[in-house]
């Protein structure tokens, strides 16, 4: 049993030595700004961590690897149309995102559901230490991108591009990083002013939509989606 308890002490990584290696390497409160320094986030744990085990999880790491071979930077996405749609939750993006959608078949909607591995793998890095669930849900920006990369953006009548559309791409990170290190309105002051800056290698949309709505508006819709 005490054995047992080791090896499961010893597999299980601890979220303080992780927390420490991320904030001396990559200053965690400013968010992550490189796929490389993210993915070796996520190579370090997969190499220690028992519950990163599994096929499936190999073919997520596998899919990594073919972004590193193919290449991806900040102007991958010329050629294309590219919109993020941004907002807080209850703001009506799915709403807009669906509507758009019956109206305009050339329109390629990307949400959290769209890529079938990074929904089934979110569960699990969902259950591992928040730096490390960072780094995954940092890196899931960059399988969106190379999603897009890699389809052709001709539209099926021949005529006209696809426009791609994102519900919720880096921005909603950024943001959600922040607040995670952020607890109070005196810790807002010593946020570096690089942690709003765009990550260095990650394509950039053509254009970014905020939507936005009076809070007991939002907050009446979250309830009927309950």
């Not at 909603?172 to 290698?201: K, Q, R, T, Y």
Request: aromatic content about 8%; hydrophobic content about 40%.
């Amino acid at each position: 049993e005490t054995d047992n308890k080791g090896t499961q002490n010893r597999n299980h990584i601890s979220n303080a030595l992780i927390e420490s290696f991320l904030t001396e390497s990559f200053q965690l409160n400013c968010g992550f700004k490189s796929f490389e320094a993210a993915l070796l986030v996520l190579r370090i744990a997969k190499a220690v961590d028992c519950r990163l085990q599994g096929l499936e999880v190999e073919q997520f790491f596998n899919l990594l690897d073919s972004i590193v071979r193919k290449g991806i930077n900040s102007k991958s996405f010329e050629g294309r149309t590219v919109i993020s749609i941004e907002g807080l939750e209850g703001s009506g993006k799915s709403t807009l995102l669906h509507n758009l959608q019956k109206g305009c078949p050339q329109i390629k909607v990307y949400n959290e559901g769209t890529i079938a591995i990074v929904s089934r793998m979110k569960e699990l890095f969902l259950g591992l230490p928040q730096p490390i669930n960072q780094a995954f849900e940092f890196l899931c920006h960059y399988i969106t991108a190379h999603d897009i990369i890699c389809t052709d953006p001709t539209s099926p009548d021949g005529i006209s591009n696809v426009v791609f559309v994102i519900e919720g791409y880096y921005h909603h990170h950024c943001c959600s990083s922040i607040c995670d290190n952020v607890s109070g309105e005196a810790d807002v002051h010593h946020v570096f002013s690089n942690a709003f800056e765009w990550p260095l290698d990650l394509p950039r949309p053509d254009l970014v939509l905020f939507l936005t709505l009076p809070t007991n508006i939002r907050l009446k819709r979250l309830q009927h989606t309950m």
